[in-house]
């Protein structure tokens, strides 16, 4: 039997920081209540609680109601209220959340995997988004009944290597088929990244700095960060690439391809200036590109400085996606690049201009099997960990980038939702976030603690994990390495006939208003 | 060293609330009243600070509309009483192209001058009709971007609208053997253009000319609307002639240095006669692409007379004219673009190409694709708080009474616009490693097309396509 060699965490139910969870259903209690406590006594799903020492029941706990499904059940509020005090209604407010990429259902979707360490309970479209192309319109073919396995969870493989080069360098194998991508210190609350490498270190995975340096609060989970070196060079120094298992070359970042990085000066608290050597109150713009790397012979250079400097590190590239990726990536692994990293365009999580997310560089979808299939070719695949980000928003995305030839993912905006974000964009205005997850703002910033980002995140890549498994059973795979480059289990509708099309839940496709 | 070309913004706050995309709802009724946490004091927006002023006014509340989408207030009020909707005016205003999102982004860059910037990735579609089909390339590690919006590198915008010579060629004493005219350039590649409707006033129409002033470029504008008021402007107007209406203005043609005359069969046979007005004239022909006409040949045919600039125009929306099946821009001047090529001719003429022009990102695509520069209306109309509502084609009143606008005031915000639009220029450039707008035209391989991805990265693994690509 294939036990996992790690433990995985477990996931235990942390519900929202906010009073008002938002559902996908409204359920109000009118007047004419008359504090029986029959709602309560027979939602299963914890809608309606009336606590003992209430005399009437509590606001229903709107996200937990599963709907006009419940019709079909003997535990219809609407139909067992004696006094037709409850009415059920589809909530208005999802008009107004969300976009094309990750919409209104697929955020609620996270915040409930984040919440439970499942899939939703509700009715709700979190694997697909509204944006008409890519991930969006892929589908994993129907399997094969005589393909499926029988097997738990438990023995399911879904860990990848970061070292295939063969090289004297530690062999590195983490638990989950992706990683935290980087949010640097000063962009986002030090109790979100502290959240994310303790959620690293349970799950046997990989957070990474951002460019904005090592805070000390990093150590306890060295082993799971990931040092970033930018074109910025902020807070690197010898020791951070000393204490780190991965350092990464960020040469571009999909939420700017081309451009580099941007911190404004609200942002640049004492702490921040102090770990990045400058001034508080000055906007950071990092510079593009590396001044020192203009050849692969500089590039190398680069590799070559920061293996000297650690010996047991791994070095990862990270690119964005330009037409010639493909040539971008081998060049890379000719270099000495244990990782490749893709980046696409439509992802990132830093503020960014709007012309250059949306326009600059190509999609992920397109860069993955470019990338995959010249490795191929030039017979290096399996000799370096290709990841994919940007735009990766779930499960699903995930295991259909591993199935377009990526070994694994970096993920960043699904964290971010996981703890509440509603990707409302205002990273960069004024004192941060007000949800106090992309602040340094020591009011908001207070509003969001360690031990809530570290299991709201085990929770949702848990269930995400459980997704996975279910995918690879199907197929009568075992391990996700089984997964890679088996672009044979996709289609996309777009090039199915309309017969074939039938059978694959269709792309959803509504005009929202931006 | 000369000095670097960069236009100076100042904040020119909105005269008039701008249409907000969400409404907040209060259920007032179920308000505990005098709620210590309330969320109205703790909103990190400050958007509830005149509330009670509203209410006491019994003013329609604006601070509605300017929400910032946390939705604080709506998890945090300890009686839930808020919710929000898409405010229906939102939903009325623009068009299918000029959308809501578009005005939105426009009135804030005519406010502040700053690049919309914002967190949290990409919202839009995975791809769209026309320029939304196709995406700009970046550089990396071996063909480095430029470092251009920070300033600390050059990348020129300039172009020229004058006719370049084939060739330049010397005497044995290495004097030039041809005559070279003077050059006439402008240092964004974006002209101005009379709107085809709206308020135009005069006031309008000078901050329009005014901003043009500021950042040295141009604006063309029909002859017969030049009145004396904006003849102080000449330099920077190329007034729009006929074939039978240009002998009618003798004085204005003296006073310009630029002059565009409106595209006919024969239309040639004018341009010593314009010449003959003032030999110094640069000469435009403008076009209009029409489905029923044979547009690039045309191109062909003018760029080989005694002329400077072609300026090509699609409908507003970027789209052929007299079509049941309109062409977009990015395709027509693909066509126009090769076809001049073809001839020869390609590096002695100009292309401005108007219509659908909406956005930053469409004047780097249109260069893309094979003009030289591009010219604007609806934006400049816009930057002055326009709402494309139509009431002025009604006859009715404007909600933002742009024909009582400062010139001062209006100029002030379309040079903030045409600010941050030369900024987002200079980050597409730059990431392409280009320092120079003249070096982006017809540079398709500084581009990535949805056609071309999908081919190259998705036919090898599905087959084929079974979905038409419409992307024109």
Redesign the interface.
């Known amino acids: 039997m294939n036990q996992l060699k790690h433990q995985l965490p477990e996931t235990h139910e942390t519900p929202?920081r906010?009073?008002?969870?938002?559902g996908k259903y409204i359920i109000k209690r009118n007047s004419n209540c008359i504090s029986c406590g029959k709602c309560a006594d027979i939602c299963p799903y914890g809608v309606h609680v009336m606590p003992d020492n209430h005399a009437s029941p509590l606001?229903p706990i709107e996200h937990k109601c599963i709907g006009f499904d419940c019709k079909k059940t003997d535990h219809y509020c609407i139909e067992h209220c004696p006094e037709d005090a409850l009415v059920l209604k589809d909530n208005?407010?999802l008009?107004?959340?969300g976009?094309?990429?990750?919409t209104p259902e697929m955020l609620l979707g996270h915040f409930a995997m984040a919440e439970t360490g499942d899939a939703p309970r509700v009715d709700l479209e979190y694997n697909l988004g509204?944006?008409?192309?890519?991930f969006?319109?892929m589908r994993f073919i129907e399997p094969d009944p005589g393909l499926a396995i029988d097997i738990s969870d438990e023995e399911i493989d879904t860990s990848i290597d970061l070292n295939k080069t063969g090289d004297d360098r530690p062999r590195k194998t983490i638990s989950m088929p992706c990683y935290g991508g980087g949010m640097s210190y000063g962009s986002t609350a030090l109790s979100v990244i502290v959240g994310r490498a303790r959620a690293a270190k349970k799950l046997n995975s990989l957070t990474c700095t951002g460019e904005g340096g090592y805070p000390p609060e990093f150590l306890p989970y060295k082993e799971h960060v990931i040092t970033q070196v930018a074109t910025g060079l902020f807070g690197v120094r010898e020791e951070t690439i000393q204490q780190c298992p991965i350092m990464e070359f960020k040469?571009?970042q999909g939420?700017k391809?081309?451009?580099?990085g941007?911190l404004l000066g609200e942002k640049v608290t004492k702490a921040v200036a102090r770990m990045r050597e400058t001034i508080v109150g000055s906007s950071l713009?990092s510079?593009?590109?590396f001044h020192s790397?203009?050849?692969?012979e500089?590039?190398k250079k680069h590799v070559d400085w920061m293996k000297e400097i650690n010996h047991n590190v791994l070095c990862s590239i990270k690119?964005?996606t330009?037409?010639?990726?493909d040539m971008?990536a081998i060049?890379?692994y000719y270099a000495g690049a244990h990782i490749i990293h893709i980046d696409g365009?439509?992802?990132?999580?830093?503020?960014?201009?709007?012309?250059?997310?949306?326009?600059?560089?190509?999609?992920i979808?397109?860069?993955i099997?470019?990338v995959h299939?010249f490795l191929k070719e030039e017979g290096a695949r399996d000799k370096v960990t290709l990841i994919a980000s940007g735009?990766i928003r779930n499960g699903l995305d995930v295991a259909k980038a591993i199935a377009?030839g990526a070994d694994g993912c970096v993920i960043g905006?699904a964290d971010?939702v996981a703890v509440e974000?509603?990707?409302?964009?205002?990273?960069?205005?004024?004192?941060g976030?007000?949800?106090g997850i992309?602040t340094t703002d020591p009011e908001?910033g207070n509003m969001i603690d360690e031990e809530y980002v570290e299991q709201r995140l085990v929770n949702m890549y848990m269930a995400w994990r459980k997704q996975w498994c279910d995918i690879l059973r199907s197929y009568g795979l075992k391990s996700i390495k089984e997964l890679r480059g088996r672009?044979d289990l996709?289609?996309?509708?777009?090039?199915?006939?309309?017969d074939d099309k039938k059978k694959y839940q269709p792309a959803p496709e509504y005009k929202m208003?931006? | 060293m000369p000095q670097k070309y960069n236009i100076k913004t100042k904040a020119a706050l909105p005269r008039f609330y701008p249409v907000g995309k969400y409404a907040t709802i209060e259920f007032r009724e179920n308000c505990a009243g005098s709620c210590k946490e309330c969320v109205k004091k703790k909103c990190v927006y400050d958007i509830f600070k005149d509330n009670y002023l509203h209410m006491s006014k019994m003013e329609e509340p604006e601070y509605l509309y300017t929400c910032n989408s946390c939705f604080r207030c709506i998890q945090e009020c300890t009686k839930g009483i808020f919710s929000r909707v898409v405010n229906p005016e939102y939903r009325e205003i623009g068009d299918e192209y000029w959308t809501p999102d578009v005005l939105s982004r426009t009135w804030y860059q005519a406010h502040t001058g700053s690049v919309p910037v914002s967190g949290a990735g990409y919202r839009g579609p995975f791809v769209g009709k026309g320029f939304d089909s196709m995406w700009t390339d970046m550089s990396e590690i071996v063909r480095p971007t430029r470092d251009g919006i920070h300033g600390r590198e050059y990348i020129n915008t300039c172009i020229e609208l004058s006719r370049r010579p084939e060739r330049l060629s010397f005497n044995k004493d290495g004097s030039l053997a041809i005559e070279v005219k003077p050059i006439l350039e402008i240092p964004l590649p974006i002209l101005f253009e009379q709107p085809d409707f709206g308020v135009l006033s005069k006031e309008v129409l000078i901050s329009m000319l005014k901003a043009a002033q500021t950042i040295g470029t141009k604006m063309f504008i029909s002859a017969a609307d030049v009145y004396e008021d904006l003849m102080p402007f000449g330099p920077f107007i190329i007034p729009l002639v006929k074939k039978d209406t240009f002998q009618n203005y003798p004085t204005l043609l003296s006073r310009v240095d630029m002059v565009e005359i409106e595209y006919e069969p024969g239309i040639e046979k004018n341009f010593g006669a314009l010449k003959a007005m003032n030999e110094e004239l640069v000469i435009s022909v403008g076009i209009g692409l029409r489905a029923d006409l044979d547009y690039a040949g045309i191109c062909v045919e003018l760029s080989k007379a005694d002329i400077d600039t072609i300026h090509v125009y699609a409908n507003s929306h970027g789209r052929e004219f007299e079509s049941d099946n309109p062409r977009f821009i990015k395709d027509m001047l693909r066509d126009i673009h090769l076809a001049l090529i073809d001839a020869g001719t390609r590096q002695q003429i100009n292309i401005i190409a108007s219509g659908g022009i909406c956005m930053a990102e469409h004047v780097n695509k249109s260069i893309i694709c094979g003009a030289d520069g591009v010219a604007i209306d609806r934006p400049l109309l816009i930057a002055m708080e326009c709402r494309l509502c139509d009431r002025c084609r009604n006859g009715l009143s404007c909600p933002v009474e742009l024909e009582s606008i400062d010139p001062a005031y209006g100029s002030n915000r379309i040079t903030n616009l045409m600010s941050a639009w030369r900024n987002q220029m200079l980050e597409m450039l730059g990431a392409m490693g280009l320092r120079e707008a003249r070096r982006l035209r017809g540079e398709v391989g500084r581009s990535m097309w949805f056609e071309d991805l999908e081919k190259e990265s998705f036919a090898p693994i599905f087959g084929e396509r079974k979905v038409s690509i419409d992307v024109g």
């Not at chain 1, 391809?257 to 580099?260: A, V």
């Not at chain 1, 365009?345 to 326009?359: C, E, L, V």
């Not at chain 1, 974000?421 to 004192?431: A, I, K, L, T, Y």
């Not at chain 1, 996709?490 to 309309?498: K, N, S």
């Open positions: 929202s906010f009073r008002n969870t938002i606001r208005a407010l008009d107004t959340m976009d094309y990429r990750w509204n944006s008409g192309g890519g969006d319109k040469y571009a939420a391809p081309g451009l580099g941007h713009f510079p593009f590109p790397v203009y050849s692969v500089d590039h690119v964005s330009p037409t010639d990726v971008v060049g890379a365009s439509y992802g990132g999580t830093g503020a960014a201009p709007d012309i250059a997310k949306k326009n600059i560089a190509m999609p979808e397109y860069a099997p470019k299939k735009g377009l905006t971010l974000c509603v990707r409302c964009g205002n990273c960069e205005s004024g004192r976030c007000a949800r992309a908001l672009s996709l289609v996309h509708l777009d090039y199915l006939d309309e208003v931006l």
